[in-house]
């Protein structure tokens, strides 16, 4: 059996299938919409540039069952305006804005430049170069929109997209280039009629709000695993890592300490008389207590720590240091960081609240596992509220003081 060549395919019943493709690609991403309040406006952009590509295809297909001077207006709004919306929708979702001033400029211009040639049936070359101008210069400026993002997430979604538009640029700009050295008569849309060339010119143009639609929202959905992925590291309430973070990450941390020639400092926290606070001012008090509490610890430390509450009013850091002495220095540093900071109990109250907290010490030996370790740092935690509170503990724990007898002082 002998295929038909592609030549042979109506470039009509391209459009067609291109009108449903933009439709079904803008009910996607208007559905994602919906869901994304940090990215609504961007979804909304491409849904709207999908909506506006639909038009200018269900116009060319319908070519000929309508006036040509329609056909042709309907057509180049619509596609001025899609580019426009995708260009706007690829700057909100990459993080940066357009200046609406160059963006109407560009419109005034084009629809100028397009009226000044006639909306005649036969559009020419200079039809084409005007079309070909304004889409190759805003295909750029998508892409450099994508590519200049330096937003981690998603990122080969984005890269994909950024060359995606800037393979269409450059052939706009082959088809502009044509346009004026060869000077042919070209049909409304600058497709010669149906040559093989042009088919896939066109199967480009009807395919591009699916895969515009497609990466769209794969990037979303990397945003929103690495949203969920934040929301389990992170404690809700201080906005420090949460346990179950510092427990995966620290391997990784430690392997990263080691390569550096230092050492890992283990710093167990417990905020000294925490219930009594909670039950004289409200947990409301107790609340902002531990968000101002984890602040004091954060700004404390030295660069490259691991801050994450452990449990309750209590917090653990992983600190990378050179010698013992620099870890000692560490904890009195972080102690002496939350005794100094007067903690407001309520906004426009001049109530005020200071807190002091009993540090546990210890430096993670080569092939120790973290888990001894801390358990140890949390022991002397416990050593550090059995003698007075509000000190660090980093010489062995005091026989005199067992870890129950401390934990019944510790409230």
Known sequence: MVMPPIASLSIQTLFFA???????????????????????????????????????????????NSPEWLTVFVMNCAGMGQIVSLSHGSAALFGTRLPPPLTLTCLLVGVLGLASQGIDSDVTPQHLAIAATFQAGFCVLIAWTALRSSDPVGRGYRQVFGIFFAVVALLSAGRLAKSLTMGEEVSSLGLLAPTTVNIVAALLYILTPLFTGALVIGLMGARTAERLRTIADTDALTQVFSRRYLLQASDALIERVHAGGLRVAILMLDLDHFKRINDTY?????????????????????????????????????????RHTDALAVGERVRGAIEMRRIQLQDGNADTVSVTASIGLTVLRNGQRLERALDLADRRAYEAKARGRNCVVFEALSPQKPRRAAAEQAT
């Not at 079904?24 to 919409?33: D, H, I």
């Not at 404390?300 to 050179?322: D, I, K, N, Q, T």
């Open 18 to 64: 291109g009108t449903l493709a933009s439709l079904m690609a803008a009910g996607m991403v208007l559905a994602l919409g919906t869901l994304r309040d940090d990215s609504r406006r961007a979804l909304l952009l491409f849904a709207g540039a999908h909506v506006l590509s639909a038009i200018a295809m269900l116009g060319l297909f319908l070519r000929g």
């Open 282 to 322: 409200g947990h409301h008090a107790g609340d902002r207590v531990l968000r101002h509490a984890a602040r004091a610890i954060n700004d404390a430390l030295p660069a490259g720590s691991l801050l994450a509450r452990y449990g309750g009013e209590e917090f653990c850091a992983l600190v990378p240091v050179e």
